[in-house]
C-alpha cells in the first residue's frame, strides 16, 4: 500500500510539472506575441499603448525628443517598464502569492528583453491597419499571459490587489482611469492624430485580451473525500487562495462517513485544484460545474 501511495505521489508531481512546464512555455510565447506587436505595429506607428508601458514610452519620447537623450537602438520603454514594476513585483511577492510574483517576474522579463530585441520596423504602411493588427497581436499575448496564471505585470497586478482592497475595482477599470489620465496627457504632448490612433489600438487590445482571456469563468468543484483533508484545505488556501465551504457526509449503499468540499475557482484554477485534490487523496470523487453564476463576497483574479 505504501508503495503504490508513494507511485501515486510521484506521478502527481510529474503531471503537476508537466503543467506548470507547458504553463511557462506558454507564458513565453504570450510575452513574445505582446513585445512584437508593440514594436512591429505600435513603435513605428509613433503611436502608444494603454497602461504603465503607454506610461513608460511617453517616458521615452520626452527622454529622447525634449531632452535629446539617445540611447542607440535600444528602446529604452523596455528598461523603463521594468524599473516600473519593481515596486509591483514586491507588492505581488507581499500581497499575492509568491507563485503569482515568480510567474510575473518571468513574465516582465522576457518581455523586457524582447522589447530590447525585436527590431522596430515598419512592416503595415497604413495606420489603421497597423493599430488593428498590433492591438490584436500585443491583446493576444497578454490574454495568453493571464490564461498561464501569470501576467505582464504594471496595472495587472494593480488591479488585482485594489479588487481585493474594495470589491468595486477591477482590473478593467484601473486600466480605464489610467489610460483617460494617460491620454488626456498625450492631448497636450502629441498630435490628436497620434492619440486618436493610440485610443483604437487600445480598444482593439483590450477586445484581443478578453477573448483570449477567459480567466474568469466561474466554476464549482465539489471533492467527496473520505481522507483527512486539513493538509488539503491548508494548500489549497496557500497555493489558489480560495475558500472552501465543509458539509458531514454519508455514503447511501455503503454506509461509511465521508465529507464534501465545496470550492468556487475560475476555469483555470481546476487543474491546479485537482493536482493538490490527487496529492493528498487519489481516492476522490471530485464534481466540476462551469459557468455557474456567482453573486457576493467572490474574488474575481486575474
Known amino acids: 500500500m505504501k508503495e503504490n501511495a508513494n507511485t501515486t505521489k510521484s506521478s502527481t508531481d510529474s503531471t503537476f510539472a508537466l503543467q506548470e512546464g507547458r504553463r511557462f512555455l506558454g507564458s513565453l510565447l504570450g510575452a513574445f506575441l505582446y513585445a512584437a506587436g508593440i514594436n512591429l505595429f505600435v513603435v513605428p506607428a509613433g503611436l502608444y499603448s494603454g497602461g504603465v508601458m503607454g506610461i513608460c514610452q511617453v517616458i521615452r519620447t520626452l527622454l529622447l525628443e525634449y531632452l535629446n537623450l539617445s540611447f542607440g537602438s535600444v528602446d529604452i520603454a523596455g528598461i523603463i517598464y521594468y524599473l516600473i514594476n519593481i515596486p509591483i513585483f514586491m507588492l505581488a511577492y507581499t500581497r499575492i502569492g509568491k507563485r503569482f510574483f515568480f510567474k510575473t517576474l518571468a513574465a516582465v522579463t522576457a518581455v523586457t528583453v524582447l522589447l530590447s530585441l525585436i527590431p522596430t520596423r515598419i512592416i503595415v504602411e497604413d495606420q489603421m491597419a497597423g493599430c488593428v493588427v498590433g492591438g490584436l497581436v500585443s491583446g493576444a499575448g497578454v490574454g495568453i499571459l493571464l490564461r498561464m496564471g501569470s501576467s505582464g505585470g504594471g496595472m495587472d497586478v494593480i488591479g488585482v490587489l485594489l479588487a481585493r482592497w474594495k470589491r468595486d475595482f477591477s482590473v478593467g477599470k484601473i486600466n480605464l482611469l489610467v489610460n483617460l489620465g494617460l491620454y488626456a496627457a498625450c492631448l497636450f504632448l502629441f498630435d490628436v492624430e497620434i492619440v486618436v490612433y493610440s485610443v483604437i489600438f487600445a480598444a482593439v487590445y483590450s ?96
Open 207 to 302: 477586445v484581443a485580451m478578453d477573448k483570449v482571456h477567459t480567466q474568469n469563468i466561474n466554476v464549482e468543484v465539489n471533492v467527496i473525500t473520505k481522507a483527512d483533508t486539513a493538509a488539503l484545505e491548508e494548500e489549497v488556501f496557500q497555493e489558489l487562495g480560495r475558500g472552501i465551504t465543509k458539509w458531514a457526509a454519508q455514503g447511501a449503499y455503503t454506509r461509511e462517513k465521508s465529507g464534501i468540499l465545496y470550492i468556487l475557482l475560475s476555469k483555470y484554477e481546476v487543474n491546479r485544484l485537482k493536482t493538490i485534490i490527487h496529492r493528498h487523496d487519489p481516492q476522490a470523487f471530485i464534481v466540476v460545474n462551469e459557468g455557474v453564476s456567482v453573486d457576493g463576497n467572490y474574488l474575481k483574479k486575474l
